[in-house]
């Protein structure tokens, strides 16, 4: 079946860096635009940015430029987040998703990873 | 930016009862071209990423119970679930996908 695993979270100090992963399977990891989307504790769903399906394409939420980077590597059906400079305001779950259709960059989200956690304290 | 706003903020219905969802967006996500609307609905359950229930506005995601619709057009929208179970218990967000992604701030639904 389709399924998204995301790791790399954890608690990390303000100012560091960290990687998040996201694994695919059950589908064509190559075909499809991907996402990240955050939820603080509590709170509700921000959108981090896309990755088209070949990598060529990026977009970010304009309050992520420059922290954030997006990228995949589709031999190895894994999508990627880099976040630099953490301060506290990045404590949040960290979900990947896929687009809901294979043609498209730029709509519905299915399925979501089940989230990693970051927690960003000193 | 396209702001989605959703009302109410929370909303406690009786177990059988109508549950009705509205979210409005800044500008009209109706393209033109195709007569779609960009809009998409989940569900999130506590500890649990959230589900797709509805995209296009009105379509509802295999599997999905059809006691859950969608409808509305450009700028307003509206999910009803028409007749509320207790697994239906959750918080409810719109997502609009015409320019960028922008979810609304979401409606938590409980029992009365």
């Known amino acids: 079946q389709v399924q998204l695993v995301e790791s790399g979270g954890g608690v990390v100090q303000p100012g560091r860096s960290l990687r998040l992963s996201c694994a695919a399977s059950g589908f064509t990891f190559s075909n499809y635009a991907m996402h990240w989307v955050r939820q603080a504790p509590g709170k509700g769903l921000e959108w981090l940015a896309l990755i088209s399906y070949d990598g060529s394409n990026k977009y970010y939420a304009d309050s992520m430029k420059g922290r954030f980077t997006i990228s995949r590597d589709n031999s190895k059906n894994t999508l990627y987040l880099q976040i630099n400079s953490l301060t506290i305001e990045d404590t949040a779950v960290y979900y990947c998703?896929?687009?809901?259709?294979?043609?498209?960059?730029?709509?519905?989200?299915?399925?979501w990873g089940q989230g990693t956690l970051v927690t960003v304290s000193s | 930016d396209i702001v989605m706003t959703q009302s109410p903020d929370s909303l406690a219905v009786s177990l059988g009862e109508r549950a009705t969802i509205h979210c409005k967006s800044s500008q009209s996500i109706l393209y033109s071209s195709n007569n779609k609307n960009y809009l998409a609905w989940y569900q999130q359950k506590p500890g649990q990423p959230p589900k797709l229930l509805i995209y296009w506005a009105s379509t509802r995601e295999s599997g999905v119970p059809d006691r859950f619709s969608g409808s509305g057009s450009g700028t307003d929208f509206t999910l009803t679930i028409s007749s509320l179970q207790a697994e239906d218990v959750a918080v409810y967000y719109c997502q609009q996908y015409y320019s960028t992604l922008s979810f609304g701030q979401g409606t938590k639904l409980e029992i009365k």
């Open positions: 998703a896929r687009v809901g259709a294979s043609s498209w960059s730029w709509a519905w989200l299915d399925p």
